[in-house]
């Protein structure tokens, strides 16, 4: 059983009914007296064709019926949520259907532009409250052990928070960076680095067996200049390129994702570019593991986005 939501009024067109609209879990609610009152039909055509809804399996009954308590009334009622309400609808042939779909539908943009700019909001004042939090806990302040791991974690993670974030409004951007590579990447080279690994790890004959040219090509354009310009200014940028055309080319007959993640860190220790100034690496195992099966499962129109994470993990304002 459910509280009810927030009670917005809907006026038909031709003003002879106003009904009290309950808009909860971002979806528009309304009863079987209030639908009745709505298509100007009788209940028991009302809930004959609602029946007849879930019975066709035109809409399931889970998730689109809710019992809601009101504070006047001892029984929970059944509400029927906007998909119900279109497909009666569309049974009942009213004009009053659409209208009402028009209404609440902008209804709930208005309330998700409303919710959304919020929790902007919300997001805003909890980083400044972290960083407030910080700063005091660093001027010994007297706070409890419990308080200070937390803050701890939080400030750990605040930089990771703030790329999901990032994420998930679509407005991940490559960072500018002064970082240049000393250490040009040579195929051949490579292909010793790999061989490294391979006995190092004790892998098998099959592996770091290149299928094709394509390992060769990926390793040509880290380095390669358009108009006397290195196409990858950056050293984050040639690692995170690296990485991503080794994992998507599968050059080789087995270990291409071992491959690509030690090339990865290869070279970034080859520019003197693994570790944070304080001596701990920039990219932990479980990082490395985790970028490299996201690029792998990634879809190839994602990778200017996947790149521009790999960027902001690894970018030299984070030492």
Sequence with gaps: MKESGEIIIYSTADGSSK???????????????????????????????????????????KGNVQKMHFSHSDKPINYYNLDVIISLGYRIKSKTGTQFRIWANNVLKNHLIKGYSLNEKRLKQLKKTVQLITRTAKNSIPIDDLSKNLINVLDDYTKALNILDDYDHQRIKKIPSLSRAVFKIDYNEALKAIQQLRVNFGA???????????????????????GGNDLYPSIEEKAANLLYLVVKNHSFTDGNKRIAAWLFVWYLDKNNFLYHKDGKKKITND?????????????????????????????????
């Design 19 to 61: 009904i009290e609209v309950n808009l909860k879990d971002d979806n528009i609610w309304l009863n079987q007296n209030q639908l009745s009152e709505l298509f100007k039909r009788d209940r028991s055509v009302i809930t004959r064709h609602i029946n007849n809804i879930f019975k066709e399996n035109e809409l399931p009954k």
């Design 204 to 226: 098998s004959r099959l592996f770091g067996n290149e299928k094709d040219n394509s390992f060769k090509s990926s390793i040509a354009v880290i380095d390669q200049t358009f």
């Design 287 to 319: 990082t490395l593991v985790a970028l490299t099966i996201m690029i792998a499962e990634s879809n190839p129109k994602e990778k200017e986005l996947i790149i521009n994470i790999i960027i902001n993990l690894i970018h030299i304002e984070n030492e």
